[in-house]
């Protein structure tokens, strides 16, 4: 059994702000948009590749990153601690995807952005072909693996979080003679792995990010990024009143912490959710941050965040009740109030069901329209001038996912009794 490395202080000689990795970041965000509008699609074919390998470099950690952080959190916490700490996580997640989603309701309702809207003449794209899991037991089935090493290399992450639980467990259970060396294997693996994931952080992330916006930019044009109608500004500023209003809202009176601390904190992951659109590919940066900056023990990090990166997603929940009531306006369908409240308890399942990916929130989408009876082509051509425009709403959703997942964690880690949670900003 290991005990959480103590968070680093605050330094008082503070690195000038150009050394600090969240401006290079920032700035190769600016630098990346100058470069695509500059270049164009020659540059982005050109310099793509390296956006490409930051991601693999994130992707190559996750899988080992979640074992071992999983593994020795749950072997340190045994049974008993184990269950009181999947309450009060399971209750974060459905509580704030519920607020997020009922963001979403209010405000198409009110504004209607569907209403009258003609999307004939939009332009479409295809769909990405992910797996959609549609009934609680399929995914029951689908989260119990047959072959451990088939579900990692698939990276089928609720596969691995519900091998690994199981697994610390099994060590937590075990007389000291066995537990402790197991233990103590997977708390370090655990560290080297972080080691790892910081290391790639602070020499690839603003080169990475560089490219991915500047492909972005280059091949799209800055219209991705331009207000795209009404919908899309409904949809930002309920993921806006979300990010900066209810998840504040909930630091401040169930974790009794300052928000504009935890912002500065999770600045990093926050960038990297943004430039990469998928929380799964962010969870390294998640765990980093969250552990070092925020300073919540591994102990919470290790349950709340690989989870709360497949399951906890607050920006798709509003996204997908928002998106269906488009739908339904453009299409003229009124809803009633079942229809909507069924629509509400859908899309929570569907945020819960789509993976950390981008585009996600668009494929499980199909689950709520189904839920209400909207098929049928005119509904997938509507969708499919949505995918259009998706990427810029995905960017912003993601960020929300991945901040969500970190006021769980410090919450969470405040109502365990740690109180050195977000007390300073930490470079
Ligand atoms: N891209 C989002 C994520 O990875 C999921 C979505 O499409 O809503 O969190």
Redesign the pocket.
Known sequence: MTAPEAPPAASAAAPAWYRRLHWQVALAMVLGTLAGLAGGEALAAELGWIGQLFIKLLKMVIVPLVLASIISGVASVGGAGLGRLFGKTLGYYLVTSLLAVLTGLVLVNLIRPGAGADLGAAETRQLPDLTVVTSPVDLLLDIVPVNIVDAASEAKMLSIIFFAILAGLSIAGLPPRHRDPLANLAASAFQAMMRLTSGIIRWVAPIGVFSLILTLVGTTGLGSFKALGLYALVLCLGLTFHLFVVLPLVLRFLGRIDPRIHFRNMVQPMCMAFST????ATLPVTIDAVERKVGVSNRVTSFVLPMGATVN?D??AL?ECAGVLFIAQVMGVAMGLEQQALIVVTALLASIG?A???????VVIFIVLEAVNLTGPQVALIVGAMLAIDRPL?MY??VV?VFSDSCGAAVIARSEGETEVDTVVRA
């Open positions: 659109s998928s929380s799964g997603m920006g798709t996204y789509a950390a990916v981008p585009s996600a929130g668009l995905d959703r993601t996912n």
